[in-house]
């Protein structure tokens, strides 16, 4: 058995409303994650027991355990006019094992509640709303997993909380499976995301897109807190400048603790959730993933990626892909998401500027000198993404920035490129590099959008045939002309048949070999030449679609100096064999681009047959997502988008 903690209503009692969650009548388990309970110290087969089940659906008594008895003492409820109050505080917990001092006999729900519905505030949309909250959420409590980290435990569906704002609090089943699934997806990617430890069904019907009911569910959500930036909006605009600076203080506690060292820990708080959430952003861009509604109350402060309601992934490439039903603006469009991103930060440091300096003017400069590195913070994540997607090697200094040590000691990672050398670029041939690694990797998404070529796919092809000349020592390398065939894309049909007509394909081969060039110049260290000053200045203009020349123009520029870069670097050993270099080309892509993702038309039919009582599917789907990296034999079809109706493919928020 566990006992959970209540560090966040200890420390924040005022975003805390004591709220016990609503019988369920017939519970059962219909998805899980074993491998998280694992890493929770949790046995996957207790929660199958009652006490299990009581944990899931949010049974949990006053000394933190969960409580597996018939009977309720229905005092204790929330306040009745869902204004926040202080909770009665629990003790600290510690595990249930049977050691001395272990209550005897099963806990019973008595007294004040032991859950809590988390209170914020946020921008939704752009505009700010004053009063949100967990309205048909509970926040269980907290534990310390096998890694010894803090985890939060959460509850989504269990029934409307004093913060329901009229909603009736259930959730229906095929949402809730979509939260577990894309979440284990994106944990597999190694994205940053909360997880879903267990999918219960409830017993109780829910009516959501018609007059048939749906079947009810409830979500057990892991988070390494489920703090936001709507909660220091609520702070700010509620209760004042000491609740701010106390929710600073758990947050630094909870999260970032570096951020003590720096003079003002408030703007280190600042600084370190701009770091994590232009390195979170910077993953989502890379993988095509759109999360569909960017509110402030749906950013975290720990830099995971939360909230999987209307989102969705781009098959064809599309920086303007918007799949949300709610989002009829296109606010928060696929290639919307940095700038939203950087939109939400602002208004974090809005909310936390009377904990940064009493002088409301020095507070706004120094938070806006935090924000202004925002920028270099993501172009950096995102370039070192795209080399490894490309196989292109960047040296150790992307290893470290990748592992956040890449900053002095206030977390400060220099400038973008757009401001010169970074502080940690060792000599200017990496910053040339970098450069060169950017500019590729732009013009690639621009070809891709042009043609309308699936993202996923094409990446996996271009990998595939990496892999398969690493492990054959043969010259079929995407960019490597044959004796069989003139074009670079012709040794490698996959890639090839991806582009429409022959047009498409000559830029296609044009590009593959400014690939082959970067890759070969880069294995080498040969600084000069990479890329050349045409490419290092189009790195410059981030974002800008004029600058991207035509496909005549790549194949005139770059294929002569992919030829003679081949002639620079000998890739073969005397055996034969692919260099060093290549195979760890081939191990970067490998790693970085996946076989599977949850496709939008692949998760809508294993949810819709999940929903008439076929689990097969969905399981059939979680599989792979969760070893996304190889190709699963018979799981095929999964690898594609799917059959394409005609119809634009849209998502719902299933509240």
């Not at 990496?430 to 042009?450: K, S």
């Not at 050349?532 to 189009?538: H, L």
Request: contains cysteine; charged residues 25%.
């Amino acid at each position: 058995m566990i006992r959970l903690q209540r560090s966040f209503a200890a420390a924040m009692p005022d975003l805390a409303v004591p709220h016990r969650a609503a019988p369920c009548p017939d519970p059962r388990i219909v998805a899980r994650s074993d491998a998280l309970a694992r890493e929770l110290g949790i046995d996957p087969s207790w929660l199958d027991t009652p006490e299990g089940l009581a944990l899931l659906t949010g049974r949990i008594g006053a000394d933190g355990a969960p409580c597996s008895t018939a009977g309720e003492d229905a005092a204790g409820g929330a306040a009745a006019d869902g204004v926040p109050r202080s909770a009665p505080v629990s003790s600290p917990a510690t595990p249930v094992d049977g050691t001395p001092g272990t209550p005897s006999g099963a806990p019973r729900l008595s007294g004040d509640p032991f859950t809590v519905a988390q209170v914020y505030a946020g921008h939704q949309f752009g505009q700010p709303n004053p009063e949100l909250g967990d309205g048909r959420a509970l926040l269980l409590g907290d534990l310390v997993d096998a890694h010894g980290n803090r985890r939060d435990l959460h509850l989504k569906g269990i029934g409307p909380t004093p913060l329901a704002r009229g909603g009736d609090g259930w959730a229906p089943l095929g949402p809730m499976l979509r939260e577990l699934l894309i979440g284990e997806a994106m944990h597999a990617l190694g994205i940053p995301t909360t997880r879903g430890l267990a999918v219960v069904e409830t017993g109780r019907p829910v009516l959501r897109r018609g007059p048939v009911p749906e079947r009810g569910a409830i979500l057990a959500r892991v988070a390494a807190s489920h703090l936001r930036v709507g909660s220091f909006q609520y702070a700010a605009w509620h209760l004042g400048p000491d609740a701010v600076r106390d929710l600073v203080e758990h947050a630094i506690d909870r999260h970032w603790p570096e951020a003590r060292e720096e003079p003002v820990p408030a703007l280190g708080l600042l600084r370190c959730v701009m770091r994590a959430q232009a390195h979170l952003v910077a993953q989502w861009m890379l993988t095509g993933f759109v999360h569909g509604v960017m509110n402030t109350d749906n950013m975290t402060i720990s830099g995971e990626t939360i909230d999987y309601g209307p989102c969705a992934f781009v098959d064809r490439f599309a920086t303007d892909a918007c799949f949300s039903s709610i989002d009829v603006q296109r606010r928060y469009a696929y290639g919307n998401q940095p700038g939203i991103a950087l939109w939400n930060l602002s208004r974090l440091a809005e909310a936390l500027l009377p904990a940064i300096d009493a002088d409301a003017d020095a507070a706004v400069s120094a938070a806006t000198a935090v924000l202004e590195d925002f920028e270099g913070a993501y172009l950096r994540a995102w370039t070192d993404g795209m080399a490894r997607k490309l196989g292109i090697a960047l040296g150790e200094d992307a290893d470290s920035l990748r592992r956040g040590d890449g900053a002095d000691k206030h977390g400060t990672t220099g400038q973008g490129m757009d401001a010169g050398t970074n502080a940690d670029d060792a000599s200017s041939a990496a910053t040339t590099r970098r450069a060169a690694v950017r500019a590729l990797g732009e013009d690639c998404l621009r070809m891709l959008q042009r043609h309308r070529v699936d993202l996923t796919l094409f990446f996996r092809a271009l990998t595939d045939a990496e892999l398969a000349a690493a492990s054959m020592g043969t010259g079929t390398e995407a960019g490597t002309n044959t004796d069989t065939d003139t074009t670079m894309s012709g040794s490698v049909p996959a890639l090839a048949g991806l582009f429409p007509d022959s047009q498409a394909r000559a830029e296609l081969d044009a590009w593959l070999a400014r690939r082959r060039h970067l890759i070969d110049t880069s294995a080498s260290g040969i600084a000069s030449g990479i890329g050349g000053p045409r490419d290092e200045g189009r790195a410059r203009e981030a974002g800008d679609e004029g600058h991207a020349r035509s496909a005549d123009d790549e194949a005139a520029g770059d294929q002569g100096d992919a030829r003679s870069a081949g002639d620079e670097d000998d890739t073969r050993e005397p055996d034969g064999s692919p260099a060093p270099a290549r195979r760890r080309s081939a191990e970067l892509m490998a790693s970085a681009n996946p076989v599977v993702i949850p496709r939008n038309r692949h998760v809508d039919a294993a949810l819709r047959a999940a929903e008439l009582g076929d689990m097969a599917p969905f399981e059939r789907l979680l599989a792979a997502v969760r070893d996304p990296f190889v190709h699963h034999p018979g799981l095929e079809d999964l690898e594609g988008p799917g059959e394409d109706d005609g119809t634009a493919f849209i998502t719902y928020c299933g509240t």
